[in-house]
């Protein structure tokens, strides 16, 4: 098992609606010493964040660090979230926002009413226009398998690889189930090459982050890996 390739690709997350800055820094502390993907946080702590990253980052691995092993800590938030039933021109607004903020990488939930209406075509359209806001950031959808069939999931699949986007996640946490290794399997087998897959919701140990990545998993969304990694080298 390598622990460094999983938190490399973990997003180490807090969206606890009472999460407090004292976590944050803990989280962002974390996900710097440990090298992982991003921090995924609420929206009103991403500035405070992204300044916090810009003056320590350097103190650890020094001012001048160009290459990718030293590139400072994306900070990742999320719109729409958990529910996806903001209007579009709501979920564009949080997305600029939080880019003017300071965020690298967006987690957008999907109008899971318009999923079960059939409305392909307004889902598509939405998630177009997150991606012409957030631009050259990264862009990850939130389809929430755990309340979706497994047509639902594929037509989604498609339209995640026809709008632009980044990644195709599993879940937001806050639904009834999370990650699993079969829809991380269908996922990968239906979405397009250029899209990558995050796993995310109750994803616990290490020995499941690395079937998850075995079967295509290019992203994990988690706050318990890191932890793990500490208790390991403690």
């Not at 103190?59 to 209007?87: E, H, M, Q, R, W």
């Not at 318009?114 to 998630?127: A, G, H």
């Not at 982050?209 to 990694?229: H, I, K, M, Q, Y």
Request: aromatic share 6%.
């Amino acid at each position: 098992m390598d622990i460094k390739k999983i938190l490399a690709a973990t997003d180490h997350t807090l969206l606890s609606p009472t999460a407090t800055w004292e976590e944050i820094v803990q989280i962002l502390d974390d996900a710097m010493a440990f090298r992982c993907a991003s921090a995924c946080i609420p929206a009103s702590y991403v500035e405070d964040a992204a300044d916090y990253v810009d003056n320590v980052f350097p103190d650890l691995y020094g001012a001048a660090s160009l290459g990718n092993a030293d590139k400072k800590l994306p900070i990742c938030t999320v719109i729409g979230f958990p529910n996806g039933y903001d209007t579009t021109a709501s979920k564009m607004f949080m997305a600029d926002d939080a880019l003017e903020n300071g965020a690298g990488e967006i987690d957008m939930v999907i109008n899971l009413g318009w999923v079960k209406d059939r409305l392909w075509d307004l889902i598509e359209d939405e998630i177009e226009s997150i991606r012409d806001v957030t631009e050259d950031a990264i862009l990850k959808v939130i389809i929430e398998t755990a309340l979706l069939d497994q047509k639902e999931k594929i037509h989604l699949c498609q339209i995640v690889s026809n709008s632009g986007a980044d990644f195709i996640k599993t879940s937001t946490g806050f639904a009834s189930g999370g990650a699993t290794f079969e829809d991380v399997q269908l996922m990968r087998e239906h979405v397009a090459k250029h899209v990558g897959v995050k796993a995310s919701g109750g994803i616990r140990s290490l020995e499941d982050a690395e079937r998850f990545l075995a079967l295509g998993a290019t992203r994990l969304g988690t706050s318990r890996l890191v932890s793990l990694a500490k208790e390991m080298s403690s």
